[in-house]
């Protein structure tokens, strides 16, 4: 499900390599957490993604399935990606780059695990110029210095 984890609960003593197991790490590796999500999801099975979902227009989007940028090995845990941007474009892969022209898109995407289990999300990307984009960031930091 993952690369060789030597952090792994499931890695045992073996000293001739210099692995003490997990005799000294206490709980779950990053990469542990991982296969357990993926073999337990949480009930509603969304198709998770990391990338931000507002971008300058000069900018592509660049959104990447969650199980990938944490590490799984998507050749045997995941098929059938599915990105989709009604009227603009599909893409099947676990990951999504495109250039869009100003305005609110509607997208989805989807996959299937090696369980068969179906996975999808409905979301929303703006696409603003870069006027816009850089008076919408100011705002939100302005905003966050009161805070501060």
């Given at each position: 499900?993952?690369?060789?984890?030597?952090?792994?609960?499931?890695?045992?003593?073996?000293?001739?390599?210099?692995?003490?197991?997990?005799?000294?790490?206490?709980?779950?590796?990053?990469?542990?957490?991982?296969?357990?999500?993926?073999?337990?999801p949480e009930?509603?099975?969304?198709?998770?993604?990391?990338?931000?979902?507002?971008?300058?227009?000069?900018?592509?989007?660049?959104?990447?399935?969650?199980?990938?940028?944490?590490?799984?090995?998507?050749?045997?845990?995941?098929?059938?990606?599915?990105?989709?941007?009604?009227?603009?474009?599909?893409?099947?892969?676990?990951?999504?780059?495109?250039?869009?022209?100003?305005?609110?898109?509607?997208?989805?995407?989807?996959?299937?695990?090696?369980?068969?289990?179906?996975?999808?999300?409905?979301?929303?990307?703006?696409?603003?110029?870069?006027?816009?984009?850089?008076?919408?960031?100011?705002?939100?930091?302005?905003?966050?210095?009161?805070?501060?």
């Open positions: 499900m993952t690369p060789y984890d030597r952090f792994s609960v499931m890695h045992y003593q073996f000293l001739t390599c210099g692995i003490n197991g997990n005799y000294d790490n206490t709980g779950l590796s990053e990469l542990d957490r991982l296969a357990v999500h993926i073999l337990y009930t509603g099975q969304v198709a998770e993604f990391v990338g931000t979902t507002v971008v300058r227009s000069t900018n592509a989007i660049a959104l990447r399935s969650a199980w990938e940028a944490r590490g799984a090995n998507l050749a045997s845990v995941a098929a059938n990606f599915h990105w989709t941007i009604p009227g603009f474009l599909t893409r099947s892969s676990p990951d999504l780059n495109a250039t869009l022209p100003v305005g609110t898109y509607t997208f989805e995407f989807s996959h299937s695990d090696f369980l068969g289990r179906n996975y999808s999300y409905q979301g929303t990307l703006r696409v603003l110029s870069p006027t816009i984009y850089d008076q919408q960031t100011a705002a939100s930091i302005a905003a966050l210095l009161l805070l501060l």
